[in-house]
């Protein structure tokens, strides 16, 4: 199985600040690598795909970047509405896997 | 609007079964293949299966082979998983998410389900 391993595990930032988490998968994963945001009690929300094209509805703000086994998300200007758990995932082949997630939390 | 609202979840004495429903509306549920996704209370995401548009093909963790079966009715518009033999640590939050058939981008998840909870306790 690919081990998908996100850094850090947990970040704290303040209201407009630019944050960026880190994926790293265990093995090659070309560019199929997406990105979800979670808050507390919700579904997940599909944030990136592809590694770096964003999903319809979600704002420019969230940019994602990465090829093979490194990849980043890059929050910009920081709003309430941002902080959340932020999770990483290979779909290159089965067993798909998530990273551990990025709790971010107000500072 | 997509909307995927699954149902079926509740509590269950370990061994015990029970199956899980995911009904779809809002695209044509025929043409996309569909994922169950779980989450252990204040856990992480873990991936449980997956199908094709078609039922055809079928995955699944190695923590459930054997055990569950996904399966899909698309003249009903409905995802299933079916679970059996249930243990405690199969206790977690189950969501269904369609999968996006990318050109070139590879076959991801794009919509995600409410959740439905499921206990398996004595």
């Known amino acids: 199985d690919i081990q998908m391993t996100q850094s850090p595990s947990s970040l704290s930032a303040s209201v407009g600040d630019r944050v960026t988490i880190t994926c790293r998968a265990s093995q090659g994963i070309s560019n199929y690598l997406a990105w979800f945001q979670q808050k507390p009690g919700k579904a997940p929300k599909s944030l990136i795909y592809?590694?770096?094209s964003l999903q319809s509805g979600v704002p420019s703000k969230f940019s994602g970047s990465g090829s093979g086994t490194d990849f980043t998300l890059t929050i910009n200007s920081l709003q309430p509405e941002d902080f959340a758990t932020y999770y990483c995932?290979?779909?290159?082949?089965?067993?798909?896997?998530f990273g551990q997630g990025t709790r971010l939390e107000i500072k | 609007e997509v909307q995927l609202v699954e149902s079926g979840g509740g509590l269950v004495q370990p061994g015990g079964s029970l199956r899980l429903s995911c009904a779809a509306s809002g695209f044509t549920f025929s043409t996309y293949a569909m994922h169950w996704v779980r989450q252990a209370p204040g856990k992480g995401l873990q991936y449980v299966s997956a199908?094709?548009?078609?039922?055809?093909?079928?995955y699944y963790a190695n923590s459930v082979k054997g055990r569950f079966t996904i399966s899909r009715d698309n003249s009903k518009n409905t995802l299933y998983l079916q679970m059996g033999s249930l243990r405690a640590e199969d206790t977690a939050v189950y969501y269904c998410?369609?999968?996006?058939?990318?050109?070139?981008?590879?076959?991801?998840?794009?919509?995600w389900g409410q959740g439905t909870l499921v206990t398996v306790s004595s």
């Open positions: 199908i094709s548009s078609d039922g055809g093909s079928t």
């Open positions: 995932q290979q779909y290159n082949s089965y067993p798909i896997t």
């Open positions: 998410a369609r999968v996006y058939p990318g050109k070139y981008s590879g076959n991801f998840v794009d919509y």
């Open positions: 592809a590694a770096s």
